[in-house]
């Protein structure tokens, strides 16, 4: 009885010794008091065994041992997907078997702000250290350009296939005014493409069928919205201004008046000036909207849900004129003498 008994004893005692170290091994951390996170990288096409290797070399398991057996009797094997994923040594083997299988990969959390134009957004993605300015323009058209001239400029992809709100906009404009002003979570190595798709979606998801029906109700189309919406935008700031500026704006156009915005030579010269020279007004450009009547070539900036409303449900009024003070506030005027007088008070003081 007692031969018999030793060497059962210590088959139990070796199961439980096992048993406890694959145990501490796959559901303790490498290190619990590691809060920190780091970037680690599943490329494609690679397996358990590789990702296990991976992960021991850059101290966030213990034991590739321990991922391997977990990978199996879980079966996670086939699951585990490629990508960049935030990977802390605080987090145990399940933890990260599970995020890796569920393709939970490192995000970037990126905002674009009401009435940014191309240019912005280029500038934001490049401080941000996501991408360079010339990558967006090689996608978007670049800034200012007319493409129905000689230009070597890269031209702005087309994507009118594959987005509504595109249908309408003329070949020769930039894709300015079409990436909705949002806050977007990225995948971390996203493409560029990717994420200015992401954008133009929201903003087509944004013109409901009911905004899109009432477009084609009023005879306009999306690009004349999306561009009268842009200079909205940059012209004035609460609700009520936009509704009664969209009012004033598309009376104008109607009356063959010129708009005269400031915003659109602002646009040029990339600037932000309320008072501009008369220098600046005679800068022949298609966006110059003081020396050509109408619209602009195309939209100046990227125009968020209320200024599109604004566009899309102008307020009547009896105003011809008005002026933003240096404090924000919008004085409408009837006559221009009254938008002199206005100017005088308001501006040339300053």
């Known amino acids: 009885m007692k031969k018999a008994f030793i060497p059962i004893f210590i088959l139990i005692a070796i199961l439980v010794l096992s048993f406890s170290y694959f145990w501490q091994g796959i559901y303790q951390a490498k290190n619990p008091n590691d809060i920190g996170f780091k970037s680690f990288s599943v490329k494609k096409g690679e397996g358990g065994t590789e990702i296990a290797k991976n992960l021991e ?15 199996l009797i879980s079966g996670k094997a086939k699951e585990l997907k490629a990508g960049d994923y935030e990977i802390s040594p605080s987090m145990n083997v399940p933890e990260i078997v599970y995020k890796i299988a569920g393709g939970e990969v490192a995000t970037e959390t990126i905002t674009i702000i009401e009435g940014w134009d191309l240019r912005d957004i280029a500038s934001y993605l490049e401080q941000r250290g996501l991408f360079q300015s010339e990558e967006l ?16 400029a890269p031209k ?8 509504d709100i595109l249908k309408d906009k003329p070949q020769n404009v930039t894709l300015e005014g079409y990436l909705f002003p949002d806050t977007y979570k990225i995948k971390k190595g996203e493409k560029l493409e990717n994420i200015v798709r992401l954008m133009i979606k929201n903003l087509d998801e944004k013109l409901t069928p009911e905004l899109k029906a009432e477009i084609k109700k009023q005879g306009k189309s999306y690009f004349e919205i999306i561009t009268m919406a842009s200079l909205i935008e940059r012209e004035v700031m609460t609700v009520k201004d936009k509704e009664l500026v969209s009012g004033l704006l598309w009376k104008r156009l109607k009356a063959g008046m010129p708009l005269q915005l400031c915003s659109t030579v602002n646009y040029i010269t990339n600037k932000n000036n309320a008072n501009i020279s008369i220098l600046e007004t ?3 450009s298609p966006y110059n909207t003081y020396k050509y009547k109408g619209l602009p070539l195309g939209p100046i900036a990227s125009p968020g849900l209320e200024s599109i409303k604004a566009a899309l449900y102008p307020k009547s009024s009896d105003y011809w ?9 919008t004085i409408f ?8 007088a206005a100017q005088d008070k308001y501006l040339n003081n300053n």
């Open 156 to 163: 702005p992809q087309d994507l009118s296939q594959e987005f």
């Open 282 to 284: 005679q800068i022949d």
């Open 137 to 152: 323009f090689e996608i978007t058209g670049y800034p200012l350009t007319d493409y129905s001239k000689k230009t070597d």
């Open 57 to 71: 070399k850059e101290g966030l398991i213990k034991q590739a041992l321990f991922f391997q057996v977990y990978v």
């Open 321 to 329: 004129f008005y002026l933003s003070t240096p404090q924000g506030q």
């Open 333 to 340: 005027s009837k006559t221009y003498k009254e938008h002199q």
